[in-house]
């Protein structure tokens, strides 16, 4: 390999440590970040939904988590505790898969959201709507199914579309 490797000129591919901060600086600015890091993070739901089938979690740990993110919304909640309470659902998620695998991959992803003030903004624009998405979710999953997976995902990826029509440059998609 001749050259130096990109994250050697300061890439994104400067190691895993610091790939959260140069993404997370470049969410919302840098010409299809954004929608990458959506696109990536939709693939990772998909894919902790399909194992939620696979071991049929109890759903209290993560109707718990809804209902603080509900608790934010109702008060007001600024946009960085929404951002925190939302991924702690996430983690919730992750946690009841019981997936060392996907909670591997899906740390950096949250990393990445919890330093990405402009992102926020546009993903929380309308906090009602993830709490609707969240009930959503809740409801499937008192019984997962894969069937009842492309709906969740295509929730998911149409808030995803709203987030990036709200980011400057109309959308950041590159």
Known sequence: ??????????????GPA???ARLA??????????AELLRVRLHLAEALLERLCDVRPDPAPVAAAVDAFAAGVARGAATGELARLDLAIVAALVSASGSDVLSLLMSPVQAVLERAPALQGAMYADPLHNLASYHALLVWLDDP???????LVGLLGARDAE????????????
């Not at 987030?163 to 590159?174: F, M, W």
């Open 18 to 20: 610091m790939a959260p």
């Open 145 to 151: 199914t894969p069937h009842g997976i492309a709906p």
């Open 1 to 14: 390999m001749s050259g130096p490797m990109r994250g050697e000129e300061g890439g994104a591919a400067a």
């Open 163 to 174: 987030t990036l029509g709200r980011l400057p440059g109309g959308g950041d998609r590159g």
């Open 25 to 34: 600086l470049g969410a919302g600015r840098i010409p299809g970040t954004s």
